[in-house]
């Protein structure tokens, strides 16, 4: 496994919390809300376009728009999914090297999500944590 030492958790919440933070830090910072700034800074590390990160934070390019044009802070729920988004990608740039292979793998069709893209699936709960399962199953070397 090469290690990427990427903290997206950092850069989605400008630096207030970290890989290294505990969970009641991430909570009192998705109870705050997150910034725009902070989610496109994310998206941006990442070379996602604002309809993929959008569509995973589960929320519309519009709200973060009219969000980010306010300076109004994202709900709860909204920033504790960018949160996820952003602890995933740190675990999925560290197995897979970098971002541009990361996101080939979650571009890329496969049987552990029904033969669809693993980004199809990652707006949700429950696809987050299969991404996640996948993922430490890759790292322990075991496979579908």
Do not use: C
């Not at 519009?62 to 980010?68: I, Q």
């Not at 949160?83 to 970098?98: H, K, N, P, W």
């Not at 571009?107 to 996948?134: A, D, M």
Request: charged content about 25%; hydrophobic content about 35%.
């Amino acid at each position: 496994m090469n290690l990427v030492d990427t903290d997206y958790l950092g850069i989605v919440t400008n630096g207030k919390v970290t890989i290294h933070s505990n969970a009641i830090d991430e909570i009192n910072i998705a109870t705050e809300g997150l910034t725009v700034n902070g989610v496109k800074s994310l998206g941006k590390k990442l070379n996602w376009d604002h309809n993929l990160l959008a569509f995973s934070i589960g929320t519309t390019t519009r709200t973060l728009e009219r969000y980010s044009a306010d300076k109004k802070r994202l709900g709860a729920k909204v920033s504790e999914n960018a949160l996820e988004i952003a602890r995933i990608s740190s675990q999925g740039t560290a197995y897979f090297g970098d971002v541009k292979r990361w996101n080939e793998w979650l571009n890329t069709p496969n049987t552990q999500f029904g033969n669809q893209e693993p980004k199809s699936v990652i707006h949700t709960i429950r696809g987050r944590e299969l991404i996640k399962r996948v993922l430490l199953g890759l790292e322990y070397g075991f496979t579908a």
